[in-house]
């Protein structure tokens, strides 16, 4: 069966400091990997998605960036966080593009 | 472009009522597939149902039934003797052949008081 991992589970980071969030996809081959922000309260962000190695989609420009290095790993990146980069981070993963997406437990990051 | 609109933010019953989560959509294509997800308190979410769009059959799972209507642009849920581990954050979901990506309602929290 498969298993989606993230980590680390929670962080709190100072205003200004890099961000290295990791999701990595047990028991599939070539799926399509999602970055979603949930900020309190609110709905779910699509960040980013990538339908294979080192193709990534930005949706929404800020300062965050994503990576594929391997086919079942995904990485979400900053050089210097914001206060509003607060927020939970969920990464999903998919067969297709129209398919069920599946989540991780996700992280909760604090930009103090 | 697609919608999806949950007009209730929150929703709080006494446990055993029934209650129903609205969900309504909005795509121009004639192939697209409906989702529910569950987040309880612990934040991740969980899958609960897909529905595509040629399938107007109503489903029923346990405690869990949702009501499909093209007509109206609906995939309504409903939860039959509310539990208060049914509390949680319900979200529904679309996405289309065309756009292909998925859009997510903004979620409606489901509080079930003991």
């Known amino acids: 069966s498969q298993t989606i991992h993230q980590w680390p589970a929670t962080l709190v980071q100072p205003v200004g400091s890099p961000l290295s969030l990791e999701c990595t996809v047990e028991?599939?081959?070539?799926?399509?990997l999602y970055w979603y922000r949930q900020a309190a309260g609110r709905g779910l962000q699509l960040l980013f998605y990538s339908v294979g190695i080192g193709q990534i989609s930005s949706e929404v420009p800020q300062n965050l960036s994503a990576s594929r290095p391997q086919d079942r790993q995904f990485i979400l990146s900053s050089k210097k966080l914001l206060l509003s980069d607060s927020g939970f981070y969920l990464c999903?993963?998919?067969?297709?593009?129209?398919?069920?997406?599946?989540f991780g437990p996700g992280t909760r990051l604090t930009v103090l | 472009a697609q919608k999806v609109t949950q007009a209730q933010t929150e929703i709080s019953v006494v446990e055993k009522e029934d209650v129903t989560l609205d969900c309504v959509y909005e795509?121009?294509?004639?192939?697209?597939?409906l989702f529910w997800y569950k987040q309880p308190p612990s934040g991740e979410l969980v899958f609960l149902i897909r529905r595509n769009s040629f399938d107007e059959q109503n489903e029923i799972s346990g405690r869990y039934s949702w009501n499909f209507q093209k007509s109206t642009s609906s995939f309504n849920f409903t939860i039959t003797a509310s539990q208060v581990v049914d509390s949680a954050v319900y979200f529904c979901?679309?996405?289309?052949?065309?756009?292909?990506?998925?859009?997510f309602g903004i979620g409606t929290k489901l509080q079930v008081i003991p």
């Open positions: 999903a993963w998919s067969v297709h593009r129209t398919d069920t997406q599946y």
């Open positions: 028991g599939t081959s070539n799926p399509n």
């Open positions: 979901a679309l996405v289309s052949g065309g756009y292909q990506k998925v859009t």
């Open positions: 795509t121009r294509d004639t192939t697209y597939y």
